[in-house]
């Protein structure tokens, strides 16, 4: 690591850190907490003068080629004072053709071309690929909630990356194999932890300091002249592989590979390559439907069906629990206390908010496997194989 990468690390671990805490802190003291604008005004000065001083010598220092996770946490850093930038409202898309944050632009654009990812921060970022130091991963700010929100976000995508990876190896065996029989039953124990995590971040993230210290952080911003959307909790392959390994979800369904497609760039480049992978392979559902017409009652399918339907019920449990409680709760319900001027923006993935319920409804009904006739849920298969069981 240069010099240059380690001063600039040093400072959004520390000042940067501290001057995001103490905004925070003088918004949610506002009767109108989403309003930034003419607040901390100085310190916003400051945020964008010293972050703007790290960067330049690193724009000039260009690729040292240190390989790809030094390029990709350098990316976040990046990426995290763009983000800081549009939370305080010193950047805002809408009144700009290009971004002001010249140099950041310059040097994030040129690290994601080098890697091939978007050019922004990313959920990885604060996630997997978050190194700690002295205990502490980057963040934001120093507050409690931010810690809670990230720490259960990365205990989800490590559980749901645990269940892709049992499925996955299920595909060089077959669905008669004994051993699939405890890959299906692995791939179930970490879904249910998804769901034991969430229900821990629900019960112990506080709504107000989530949806207005944490969230705005997640905005989209200009990376040069184009915007790309924020970051999502989502930006992973392990949900997707499960969705179409499982066969709920199917990469010739347009809305669902569109969903892919907005995401691909803000994987890693692993993950890219296992998506890609996934979309090509014959689910277990089809698998197991095939099979329903040739078993002939044979131990090994009842066995292995029963788990796998289990499995399917219990993906279904975590999208149910994360759109009725985190979507609801977290965000459907602060935003509707907000005045119009504060609906802005005010999603990560950039539509208005009805536009994206709506379609994160359609998504939870296809995993749940629900009887709808709108949306190409596997409803009736399910239940087919549901009523082959003895």
């Given at each position: 690591?240069?010099?240059?990468?380690?001063?600039?690390?040093?400072?959004?671990?520390?000042?940067?850190?501290?001057?995001?805490?103490?905004?925070?802190?003088?918004?949610?003291?506002?009767?109108?907490?989403?309003?930034?604008?003419?607040?901390?005004?100085?310190?916003?000065?400051?945020?964008?003068?010293?972050?703007?001083?790290?960067?330049?010598?690193?724009?000039?220092?260009?690729?040292?080629?240190?390989?790809?996770?030094?390029?990709?946490?350098?990316?976040?850093?990046?990426?995290?004072?763009?983000?800081?930038?549009?939370?305080?409202?010193?950047?805002e898309p809408s009144r700009e053709t290009t971004s002001p944050l010249v140099e950041a632009s310059a040097l994030a654009l040129h690290i994601a071309t080098t890697v091939g990812v978007s050019p922004r921060f990313a959920t990885a970022h604060l996630a997997t690929h978050n190194l700690a130091k002295e205990g502490l991963p980057r963040t934001f700010t120093n507050l409690k909630d931010e810690y809670i929100f990230l720490d259960y976000n990365t205990l989800g995508v490590l559980a749901y990356q645990?269940?892709?990876?049992?499925?996955?190896?299920?595909?060089?065996?077959?669905?008669?194999?004994?051993?699939?029989?405890?890959?299906?039953?692995?791939?179930?124990?970490?879904?249910?932890?998804?769901?034991?995590?969430?229900?821990?971040?629900?019960?112990?993230?506080?709504?107000?300091?989530?949806?207005?210290?944490?969230?705005?952080?997640?905005?989209?911003?200009?990376?040069?002249?184009?915007?790309?959307?924020?970051?999502?909790?989502?930006?992973?392959?392990?949900?997707?592989?499960?969705?179409?390994?499982?066969?709920?979800?199917?990469?010739?369904?347009?809305?669902?590979s569109q969903v892919l497609v907005d995401k691909f760039l803000f994987m890693l480049p692993d993950e890219q390559n296992m998506l890609r992978d996934c979309m090509r392979r014959k689910s277990l559902l089809n698998e197991f439907s095939d099979a329903l017409e040739t078993s002939n009652g044979d131990e090994w399918f009842s066995r292995n069906l029963k788990v796998f339907l289990e499995v399917c019920d219990t993906h279904g449990k975590t999208a149910a629990q994360h759109h009725d409680q985190l979507v609801n709760k977290f965000i459907t319900g602060p935003a509707a206390k907000l005045p119009e001027t504060g609906l802005v923006n005010i999603t990560a993935s950039g539509p208005p908010l009805p536009v994206l319920l709506d379609a994160l409804e359609k998504l939870r009904d296809l995993r749940l496997g629900a009887d709808r006739d709108d949306i190409p849920s596997r409803y009736s298969d399910l239940q087919r194989l549901r009523a082959s069981l003895p």
């Amino acid at each position: 690591m240069s010099k240059n990468v380690e001063a600039f690390d040093r400072w959004i671990r520390s000042s940067f850190v501290e001057m995001n805490s103490e905004l925070e802190e003088s918004y949610f003291a506002q009767a109108e907490r989403h309003v930034v604008e003419g607040i901390g005004d100085a310190i916003k000065r400051q945020i964008h003068d010293e972050g703007r001083s790290y960067i330049l010598p690193l724009l000039k220092e260009g690729n040292t080629d240190e390989g790809f996770e030094r390029a990709y946490d350098l990316l976040g850093a990046v990426g995290l004072y763009m983000a800081a930038c549009r939370r305080h409202e010193i950047t805002e898309p809408s009144r700009e053709t290009t971004s002001p944050l010249v140099e950041a632009s310059a040097l994030a654009l040129h690290i994601a071309t080098t890697v091939g990812v978007s050019p922004r921060f990313a959920t990885a970022h604060l996630a997997t690929h978050n190194l700690a130091k002295e205990g502490l991963p980057r963040t934001f700010t120093n507050l409690k909630d931010e810690y809670i929100f990230l720490d259960y976000n990365t205990l989800g995508v490590l559980a749901y990356q645990r269940a892709a990876d049992a499925l996955r190896r299920i595909l060089p065996m077959g669905i008669s194999h004994p051993v699939t029989y405890y890959l299906l039953g692995n791939a179930k124990d970490a879904l249910t932890d998804v769901i034991a995590f969430n229900d821990t971040l629900f019960s112990t993230l506080d709504i107000d300091r989530f949806f207005c210290c944490v969230r705005p952080y997640y905005k989209p911003y200009r990376v040069g002249p184009n915007v790309y959307r924020g970051a999502n909790a989502g930006d992973f392959a392990g949900i997707n592989v499960v969705d179409l390994l499982l066969g709920l979800c199917s990469a010739d369904n347009p809305s669902y590979s569109q969903v892919l497609v907005d995401k691909f760039l803000f994987m890693l480049p692993d993950e890219q390559n296992m998506l890609r992978d996934c979309m090509r392979r014959k689910s277990l559902l089809n698998e197991f439907s095939d099979a329903l017409e040739t078993s002939n009652g044979d131990e090994w399918f009842s066995r292995n069906l029963k788990v796998f339907l289990e499995v399917c019920d219990t993906h279904g449990k975590t999208a149910a629990q994360h759109h009725d409680q985190l979507v609801n709760k977290f965000i459907t319900g602060p935003a509707a206390k907000l005045p119009e001027t504060g609906l802005v923006n005010i999603t990560a993935s950039g539509p208005p908010l009805p536009v994206l319920l709506d379609a994160l409804e359609k998504l939870r009904d296809l995993r749940l496997g629900a009887d709808r006739d709108d949306i190409p849920s596997r409803y009736s298969d399910l239940q087919r194989l549901r009523a082959s069981l003895p």
